[in-house]
């Protein structure tokens, strides 16, 4: 009867026991965009709408082409759940994505964005000054900021305007107890399955609280660099964690908690193994601390986006020339993730691109899971399986994101490279 007893306390402790699932989502088969909600890693997100009993609250770039989650929350609102939603906005109201208009006019004034802040912000840079770094020479046909780093000049090709900080985030809590986080955008090509994505998914209230508290700041309208600017010190040193199984997560919120200083201490302290997946690779302190761990034996791999590469301000070839293996993605979907395992047990994920935007200007969020042996196989097959699917050639070369170098890029239907051409009218395609 004892034993009896202590099993049943087992069970029940087990049974309200907090847990973490990564997922992934791999665009190697994948030929387009998808508007269904059949990969698991949309599934998973519908199914905590569909199940939510009291609450949800989301902070999410936009939406597009995903009706099913749309219906999910319509219908979680009409059982009575209370849903509150942001989403980002530039400095002329704008979202890029088109169906982020429908969740404003169903759910109303529930759904709030940074337009006022980003507003705010413009009117304070217009009146700053920026001095340009004159140390290197200028990119051939670059018409943007000009950047020195280790003795070479890098810029975009077109000048860009500030439209204002990122609302970056793609997150859900629900009921006060689940989260939904990571890289994919609610879209399409994110929670669609056409683009490389992971996320995680915790059930855990202390997690589901410190994410409610960044929702509850941004909901009330402090957004971005803006935020706990007088507490930079204490931000700094703040490290907020729990333990789930045998593992340490720790939560960090850009740009408030300096969330890529952790990062780099990690790749400081790593001894075997490095692999980044990366959607975008132009933050320049962390590229010199990759570089310095392959220096002293550590094996350094980075699969980096074919969009991303083409960045004026990549560094990926810089790692390439410094000994560090590089691949390009060729499959037409993005490598949009932003996910590195380090020495096979501690994981970094998350939204946040690693860019100086990324780290210092838009609202992301970060998990560090520390000594996961088993989420970090599961990634590393995932990097491998992703490494295997892309040729050698591009070790050396990169793809054009929309070519026929990359693969279905120039079939589904996408503007992969962001310059208002789609498939055969892209001379690119020809």
Same mark, same amino acid.
Request: hydrophobic share 35%.
């Given at each position: 009867?004892k034993?009896?007893?202590?099993?049943?306390?087992?069970?029940m402790?087990n049974a309200?026991?907090?847990?973490?699932?990564?997922i992934?989502?791999?665009p190697?088969d994948?030929?387009?965009p998808?508007?269904k909600?059949?990969?698991?890693i949309?599934?998973t997100?519908?199914d905590?709408?569909?199940?939510?009993?009291?609450?949800?609250d989301?902070a999410?770039y936009?939406?597009?082409g995903q009706?099913?989650?749309?219906?999910?929350?319509?219908?979680?609102?009409?059982?009575?759940?209370i849903?509150r939603?942001i989403?980002d906005?530039?400095t002329d109201?704008?979202n890029?994505?088109?169906d982020t208009?429908?969740?404003?006019k169903?759910f109303?004034d529930?759904?709030?964005?940074d337009f006022?802040?980003?507003l705010?912000?413009?009117?304070?840079?217009?009146?700053?000054?920026y001095?340009q770094?004159s140390n290197?020479e200028?990119?051939?046909n670059s018409l943007?900021p000009?950047?020195c780093?280790?003795?070479?000049?890098?810029?975009?090709?077109?000048?860009f305007?500030? =439209?204002?900080?990122?609302?970056h *985030?793609?997150?859900?809590? !629900?009921d006060?107890?689940?989260?939904? @986080? +990571?890289?994919?955008?609610i879209s399409?090509t994110?929670t669609?399955?056409?683009n490389?994505?992971n996320?995680?998914v915790v059930d855990s209230?202390f997690?589901?609280?410190?994410?409610?508290?960044?929702?509850?700041k941004m909901?009330?309208?402090?957004f971005?660099?803006?935020k706990?600017?007088?507490?930079e010190d204490?931000?700094?040193?703040?490290?907020?964690?729990t333990n789930?199984?045998?593992s340490?997560v720790?939560?960090?919120f850009s740009?408030?908690?300096?969330a890529?200083?952790?990062v780099e201490r990690?790749?400081?302290n790593?001894q075997?193994?490095i692999d980044?997946s990366i959607?975008?690779l132009?933050y320049?302190?962390v590229v010199k =601390?990759l570089?310095?761990a392959h *220096?002293?034996g550590?094996s !350094?791999r980075?699969?980096?986006?074919a @969009? +991303?590469?083409?960045n004026?301000?990549?560094?990926h070839?810089?790692l390439r020339?410094?000994?560090?293996e590089?691949?390009?993605?060729?499959w037409?979907?993005?490598m949009?993730?932003?996910t590195?395992?380090?020495?096979n047990?501690?994981i970094?994920?998350?939204?946040?691109?690693w860019t100086k935007?990324?780290?210092?200007?838009?609202?992301?969020?970060?998990l560090?899971?520390k000594?996961?042996?088993?989420?970090?196989?599961y990634?590393?097959?995932?990097f491998?399986?992703?490494w295997?699917?892309?040729p050698?050639?591009?070790?050396?070369?990169?793809?054009?994101?929309e070519?026929?170098?990359?693969?279905n890029?120039?079939?589904d239907?996408?503007?992969?490279?962001?310059?208002?051409?789609t498939?055969?009218n892209?001379?690119k395609c020809?």
């Amino acid at each position: 009867m004892k034993y009896l007893i202590i099993a049943l306390i087992l069970l029940m402790q087990n049974a309200y026991a907090d847990s973490l699932k990564i997922i992934v989502n791999s665009p190697i088969d994948q030929v387009g965009p998808n508007h269904k909600c059949d990969q698991k890693i949309c599934k998973t997100l519908l199914d905590l709408i569909n199940e939510s009993k009291s609450s949800i609250d989301f902070a999410i770039y936009g939406l597009r082409g995903q009706p099913e989650i749309l219906d999910a929350l319509i219908n979680a609102d009409q059982r009575g759940v209370i849903i509150r939603g942001i989403v980002d906005k530039d400095t002329d109201n704008n979202n890029p994505y088109r169906d982020t208009p429908l969740l404003e006019k169903y759910f109303k004034d529930k759904i709030k964005d940074d337009f006022k802040y980003d507003l705010k912000i413009k009117q304070e840079l217009s009146n700053i000054q920026y001095s340009q770094d004159s140390n290197c020479e200028r990119p051939k046909n670059s018409l943007g900021p000009l950047q020195c780093f280790e003795g070479k000049g890098y810029a975009s090709k077109d000048p860009f305007p500030h =439209k204002g900080d990122i609302m970056h *985030n793609k997150f859900f809590i !629900v009921d006060g107890k689940y989260l939904w @986080t +990571g890289s994919a955008n609610i879209s399409d090509t994110g929670t669609g399955g056409y683009n490389a994505n992971n996320v995680v998914v915790v059930d855990s209230s202390f997690v589901a609280l410190k994410y409610l508290e960044e929702f509850n700041k941004m909901y009330g309208g402090d957004f971005h660099r803006g935020k706990d600017k007088s507490r930079e010190d204490e931000a700094r040193s703040q490290i907020v964690s729990t333990n789930i199984d045998s593992s340490e997560v720790v939560i960090l919120f850009s740009p408030k908690n300096y969330a890529m200083e952790k990062v780099e201490r990690l790749i400081d302290n790593s001894q075997e193994s490095i692999d980044l997946s990366i959607f975008f690779l132009t933050y320049n302190k962390v590229v010199k =601390k990759l570089v310095n761990a392959h *220096n002293r034996g550590v094996s !350094v791999r980075v699969i980096i986006d074919a @969009t +991303g590469a083409s960045n004026g301000y990549s560094k990926h070839q810089y790692l390439r020339d410094q000994g560090i293996e590089v691949k390009v993605e060729n499959w037409g979907g993005k490598m949009h993730m932003k996910t590195a395992v380090i020495d096979n047990k501690h994981i970094v994920t998350g939204s946040m691109n690693w860019t100086k935007a990324g780290v210092t200007k838009n609202d992301e969020n970060t998990l560090i899971i520390k000594n996961d042996i088993q989420n970090s196989k599961y990634l590393t097959n995932h990097f491998n399986e992703m490494w295997n699917s892309i040729p050698n050639k591009w070790l050396v070369l990169d793809p054009e994101a929309e070519s026929l170098d990359s693969v279905n890029s120039c079939f589904d239907g996408s503007d992969n490279d962001f310059d208002e051409m789609t498939d055969g009218n892209d001379s690119k395609c020809l």
